[in-house]
Structures are given as structure tokens and as C-alpha cells.
């Protein structure tokens, strides 16, 4: 079938996103079962849920627009989810590999906050509204979850790399804290 319209490019574009969400049912229970961190994992189960909601206004995107529900297989999600396959069997840490996981799953988000931007852009500009507020009620989940991980990630990775670095508890210790002042006195001073 040629794709010579707006209309149908955004369904071409509708049916990988519906691929993609549907693979995500199926990896991020695995993901959230090889997370160790309790925070990452709550937020893993979260989309979960999250995710088959979105499945479900994909469908309902499809009966707006009077188009059957249909999927296109999308490679790229397919890829994402086979490395973050990989990582779950990867010989590492625990915080390592929740690392990875978390690394994995944003590569996901991003994926689909580039798609949903594109369809809800796409509707928009055939005068949908209904259809792009729906898109787009997607799109801010997907960035709320990517910041989410993101928060996580970045708890996480400090924790990782504070071995050896005592900065922050020289209270007790009269040396550090004369090698502190000497250091910034100058610029408090002036
Ligand atoms: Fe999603």
C-alpha cells in the first residue's frame, strides 16, 4: 500500500508505536523482576501499568481515526529490548546492573518520546485535536517516567563512585578542616 497522505503516515507511524508498547508489556516485567533497587523496581511495575494504559489509548487512537487496530513489528524496540535482555544475564554488580537496566529502559523512553512527538505533531496539523491531546497525554508519561529513571540513575551512580571521597564528614577531623579553611578563606574574605 502506498503511503501518500498525512492520514496515512500517521497510521504507518501508529502501528509501529503500537508494536513497540506491546513488546514493552512483555519486557518490563522482566525487568522489574531482575531490579534489585526497590525505588527501581516500584518504578519498572509503575509502567507497567502504565504502558498497558497506553496500549489502550493507541486502540482508541485507532477508533477515532475509523482505522483497525494494527501493529507493524518495530525493529528498533526490538533491539532495546534484546540488550536489556543481555544485561539481565551480564555478569555485574548488583548496582551495576540495575545501572544497566536503567539505561536500557531510558533508551526505550526515548524512543518513544521521538514517535509520540512526531504522531501527535502529525494530528495536530490535520486538525485532530482529540487525537493529538491523547497522543501527547502519552508523551508526558513517557517523560515523566524518563525523568523518574533518571533520578534513580543519578542516586544511584553517586552512591556507586562516593568510595574514598569523605568530603562531606571532616567534622571531626581538626586537619581537614584547616586544609578547608586555608583553602577558602581568600574567597570568602572578599
Ligand atoms: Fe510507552
Redesign the pocket.
Known amino acids: 500500500m502506498t503511503i501518500d497522505t498525512l492520514d496515512g503516515l500517521l497510521e504507518e507511524q501508529l502501528k509501529d508505536l503500537y508494536d513497540?508498547?506491546k513488546q514493552?508489556t512483555k519486557a518490563l516485567p522482566k525487568m522489574a523482576k531482575a531490579a534489585k533497587d526497590p525505588e527501581l523496581k516500584t518504578a519498572f511495575t509503575d509502567h507497567l501499568e502504565?504502558?498497558k494504559g497506553?496500549v489502550s489509548r493507541i486502540e482508541h487512537v485507532f477508533e477515532l481515526l475509523e482505522k483497525k487496530a494494527k501493529s507493524k513489528p518495530c525493529a528498533a524496540m526490538k533491539g532495546i529490548v534484546e540488550e536489556g535482555q543481555e544485561t539481565i544475564q551480564e555478569d555485574a554488580s548488583d548496582e551495576m546492573k540495575d545501572c544497566m537496566l536503567i539505561a536500557s529502559a531510558q533508551r526505550a523512553e526515548h524512543y518513544?518520546i521521538a514517535a509520540y512527538g512526531t504522531v501527535r505533531t502529525i494530528a495536530e496539523i490535520l486538525g485532530n485535536q482529540e487525537v493529538a491531546d491523547l497522543l501527547q497525554q502519552?508523551l508526558e508519561?513517557?517523560e515523566q517516567t524518563d525523568a523518574k529513571l533518571s533520578e534513580i540513575s543519578e542516586r544511584m551512580l553517586n552512591a556507586s563512585n562516593d568510595s574514598g571521597e569523605v568530603e562531606e564528614e571532616e567534622e571531626d577531623e581538626g586537619e581537614l578542616e584547616d586544609d578547608e579553611e586555608n583553602g577558602e578563606e581568600e574567597e570568602e574574605e572578599e
Open positions: 513497540a508498547e514493552l502504565q504502558t497506553q518513544e502519552t508519561e513517557e
